[in-house]
């Protein structure tokens, strides 16, 4: 079955590190990744958007790379904030059906 | 300023009531989409809305029931058939994703209870 994996665990990292999180995916073959944030109590924001056919998309501070090859996406965020702190959603859309599958996000936590 | 706006922000359900989740937005989007989020799982899509007067099952639409009378307006309906309606619930809406790379727009939820 169509399977999503993010980190469970909260990543706790200190301020001005990089932060990575990973988003796993098995038995999809899926046109593009979405990346979302969510605040405690807050609907989910987009970020960034990458196509199967790139490999790398930045914004800012945030990098976003996109394997089909290892059916992996790295969410990276440099130079990390507190303000950084929140959940973080993968979403996929499969090419045949279109929906969008969300992980169950990892959380991060940035120390001053 | 354009968004999605979603009413009450907490509900309270009584057993055998159906209760309905109200979502606006002035996006002028033709898409709208309605989620449900349990603590440590992923959004699960429970119907969904490409244009006014149709709406599709999602994965999880037993006990729930939509409709599309506006473009800007798709309320949730959750029954009393929902045996486990305690959960945070999110509206959605994006352009009309015939492209399959949409983002999409969220409100701020609403999260129902059982008393």
């Known amino acids: 079955s169509q399977k999503i994996e993010q980190n469970s665990e909260a990543l706790n990292i200190q301020e001005g590190k990089t932060a990575t999180l990973t988003c796993n995916y098995t038995n999809y073959s899926p046109a593009y990744l979405q990346w979302y944030r969510q605040d405690p109590g807050r609907g989910p924001v987009f970020l960034l958007l990458?196509?199967?056919?790139?490999k790398e998309k930045r914004k800012e501070r945030l990098k976003v790379t996109f394997d089909t090859t290892l059916k992996q996406s790295l969410f990276h965020i440099t130079a990390s904030q507190p303000a950084d702190s929140a959940t973080y959603l993968c979403?996929?859309?499969?090419?045949?059906?279109?929906?969008?599958?969300f992980g169950q996000g990892t959380t991060l936590q940035v120390k001053p | 300023d354009g968004g999605i706006t979603q009413s009450p922000k907490y509900l309270f359900r009584k057993e055998g009531q159906n209760v309905t989740l109200s979502c606006e937005q002035n996006l002028n989007h033709d898409a709208m989409y309605w989620y449900r989020q349990d603590p440590g799982q992923g959004l699960r899509l429970i119907y969904y809305?490409?244009?006014?007067?149709?709406?599709q099952k999602g994965d999880i639409a037993e006990g729930y029931s939509v409709s599309r009378e506006k473009k800007e307006s798709f309320p949730l309906t959750v029954t009393s058939a929902q045996k486990n309606p305690t959960a945070f619930y999110l509206c959605?809406?994006?352009?009309?994703?015939?492209?399959?790379?949409?983002?999409?727009?969220f409100g701020d939820g609403t999260r129902l209870s059982i008393l």
């Open positions: 959605a809406s994006s352009i009309a994703d015939r492209t399959r790379n949409q983002p999409q727009h």
């Open positions: 979403a996929l859309a499969s090419s045949n059906t279109g929906k969008l599958i």
């Open positions: 990458i196509r199967e056919n790139e």
């Open positions: 809305s490409q244009i006014v007067n149709d709406f």
